[in-house]
């Protein structure tokens, strides 16, 4: 029979928590945002060097090529893009994400590759309509196209 | 598990040491800023499994923030929490991911995980996490196929058409009744709230 053993550890970081003396929740979160806002601009100026990377893989993938880079970053662009505050640019890389897992079920999907390329290139635009309806009209194709993807 | 905070509580990390290991170096140093902002001085970065591994190794750690989802990703997590000769085994384990299919959800989970947080990382999101690991009281399992915190979050009975192993095994199918109905006291009696040792 198979040795099991079940023990309960120290718990290293439960000080952190018992500590009187530490920052308050709303001092961490502000001062967390705040790092992360001054360094916006290296983010993006990041972002918008694999989200082109990213674009030109797909506009040359092929049926049956390995898409692992693909996937890799179209995750990056799911969380750099979020930081930065460009969701509609997140979710259109989720969907990406999700059409490359089904691809990789052995079924290729070119064109629909190629509609998510050009959808992630219009949302990293800014709306110069100040109206979000284009890009939620967008964000609803992506997952029109993921959904009827998925064997 | 609501996604609230508590804002008049507080946090020291100035001693905790973190390592964080993403192929992302832009989402790496996102993990960083945060961190910071939380007062933590002793980040770790690193962007493949061998730096993570000698990191892990020579450093007294408090929290290991990671993606699992590059080379060797999930082999490193249940190294870290089996194989390393370090000392770091039980100590918190947060898995990010950009894309939280079930299927990596699950190996996350089964490789060690104490908990998978998706990116974008939200700051609150991940305070919360890390609060959650250090408040929790979940014990650690070695078994031969996994070595990490309890992974039985609730008890879902044994599988359908099994007795199950223990005498106070209940089956989730409602056997025929052999009893007349309860009345509204006996099940009155069933849902006052009582303390339970788990």
Request: aromatic share 6%.
């Amino acid at each position: 029979m198979s040795k099991v053993r079940v023990f309960t550890p120290e718990n290293r970081l439960a000080r952190a928590f018992k500590d009187p003396n530490g920052l308050l929740y709303k001092q961490a979160l502000d001062r967390a945002s705040a790092n992360v806002a001054a360094k916006r601009d290296t983010y993006l100026a990041a972002l918008d060097i694999k989200l082109e990377a990213l674009v030109d893989r797909v506009r040359q993938h092929s049926a049956g090529a390995a898409s692992d880079m693909l996937y890799f970053l179209a995750q990056d662009v799911i969380a750099d893009a979020g930081v930065c505050g460009l969701r509609e640019l997140s979710l259109a890389a989720h969907s990406l994400c999700d059409l490359l897992v089904s691809e990789g079920r052995g079924v290729s999907f070119a064109a629909a590759l190629r509609v998510h390329a050009d959808a992630l290139m219009a949302l990293r635009q800014p709306d110069p309509s100040g109206r979000n309806n284009h890009r939620a009209a967008i964000l609803a194709g992506l997952a029109r196209i993921s959904q009827k993807c998925d064997p | 598990m609501a996604a609230t905070l508590d804002f008049s509580a507080r946090v020291n990390l100035r001693r905790a040491s973190v390592l964080v290991l993403d192929r992302n170096t832009q989402a790496a140093d996102v993990v960083r800023q945060i961190l910071a902002g939380f007062g933590v001085r002793d980040v770790h970065l690193a962007d493949n499994v061998d730096e993570a591994r000698k990191l892990f190794s020579q450093n007294t750690l408090e929290l290991l923030i990671l993606d699992p989802m590059l080379e060797g990703g999930f082999d490193f997590l249940r190294w870290a929490r089996r194989e390393s000769s370090s000392d770091n085994h039980c100590i918190a384990m947060i898995a990010t991911m950009g894309h939280q299919t079930a299927e990596n959800v699950r190996a996350a989970r089964d490789a060690g995980a104490n908990f998978i947080v998706a990116k974008p990382l939200a700051a609150d999101v991940l305070l919360q996490r890390i609060e959650w690991v250090a408040r929790e009281s979940r014990q650690f399992v070695v078994a031969p196929n996994y070595a990490g915190p309890d992974r039985r979050f609730k008890n879902e009975g044994p599988p359908v058409g099994t007795d199950g192993r223990r005498a106070d095994d209940l089956s989730l199918e409602a056997p025929t009744a052999s009893q007349p109905n309860m009345s509204q006291f006996e099940v009155d009696e069933l849902f006052k709230p009582q303390k339970v040792a788990l």
